[in-house]
């Protein structure tokens, strides 16, 4: 195995409510190398490199997990701190880098997601600390950007199937291509009115408002209308919660200072918000508040975002609730 550790700051140890601040557990990141890098035969390598937060307190315990998928042509460090935050609430977030370059077929994708999960069960155990257990009873799946399009279409048994249950979906400012009637392979959305059949598998859809907005007369938006969260929303059925955050960018969940020329380019693709840090913060948040809610039945938190009850770091447009 190898990995690469960093621990929160201190301030985490405090008992925190607001589920848009950092939560009480220290958190680590390890860094994972795939099968083809591994030399440890007593520990069964994931297929691809991951990337995974999770609590690191002296006491351990039993944690739900969080797959997350990147988005098009983004490494899953430039989610560190969204991964961070979401592990601090106690919670092992799992974040593959799926591919390096990549065309518009998201099938290998896919199936690569299927691969790791399906490692879940027979790795995950041996690259977390001694004291931390994953409940793969509670699993989640998240995606944002492309991403999200993935972790859609593998919810729904297209190309293959999970391995594992999934207990909840969520798409982080998901995507379908280049604009209706230009999807990317394989194409999600069916534009069907709550056509997604989950089994009755919650879902929480987030959406930017300036996602669909130009910021390059070269280059097209990066949420595209007609292939973004409103359209994915639309077609969910109940439980599904979708949230529209006003003044930000479909890139603003990424980590403050995203590195390289990839890092760069983040900053240049997509219209964005003033700053990153209120809009990763509220998505950390209500991931958190959902997962609590839907995976350990308290929905305390996520009631009180949807009333406006809570203190939250961004203004909506939209708040809607599919629940009956």
């Known amino acids: 195995m190898s990995s690469s550790t960093s621990f929160s700051s201190p301030d985490t140890l405090a008992n925190r409510t607001n589920v848009f601040d950092n939560g009480s557990y220290p958190t680590a990141l390890l860094r994972i190398k795939a099968e083809s890098h591994f030399n440890n035969t007593k520990t069964i390598p994931p297929p691809k490199p991951l990337l995974i937060g999770t609590p690191s307190c002296l006491k351990g315990g039993e944690f739900p997990v969080l797959l997350m998928l990147h988005g098009y042509v983004l490494y899953n460090d430039f989610y560190s701190q969204l991964i961070h935050h979401v592990a601090s609430h106690g919670f092992v977030v799992i974040a593959p880098q799926l591919y390096s370059v990549a065309g518009p077929d998201s099938r290998d994708e896919i199936e690569a997601t299927a691969a790791v999960i399906n490692w879940l069960s027979e790795g995950l155990k041996d690259v977390l600390p001694s004291n931390v257990q994953p409940n793969l009873h509670k699993l989640a799946l998240s995606g944002h950007s ?3 399009k993935v972790a859609f279409a593998l919810a729904l048994n297209k190309i293959t ?3 594992l249950k999934i207990s909840a979906l969520i798409g982080i400012d998901p995507v379908d291509g280049m604009g209706k009637g230009n999807q990317t392979p394989p194409p999600v959305l069916t534009y069907v009115p709550q056509s ?3 089994n009755g598998m919650p879902v929480l859809v987030i959406g930017s408002g300036f996602g669909e907005i130009k910021k390059n007369p070269l280059f097209p938006p990066c949420a595209p209308k007609g292939v973004n969260h409103e359209n994915f929303f639309e077609e969910c059925q109940s439980p599904a919660w979708y949230f529209l955050v006003k003044d930000y960018g479909h ?3 990424l ?3 995203t590195k390289g020329v990839r890092g760069i380019t983040t900053y240049c693709l997509c219209k964005n918000g003033k ?3 209120p809009m990763r913060k509220f998505v950390g948040g209500v991931i958190v508040a959902f997962l609590d809610a839907y995976i350990q039945g308290d929905d305390t938190k996520l009631n009180s975002i949807r009333d406006h009850d809570e203190t939250v770091p961004v203004v909506f447009d939209k708040v809607d609730v599919r629940n009956f």
């Open 251 to 253: 890139l603003d969940v």
């Open 161 to 163: 199937a999970s391995p």
């Open 196 to 198: 997604f059949d989950l």
């Open 255 to 257: 980590d403050d200072d």
């Open 146 to 148: 492309r991403g999200g």
């Open 275 to 277: 700053c990153r840090e």
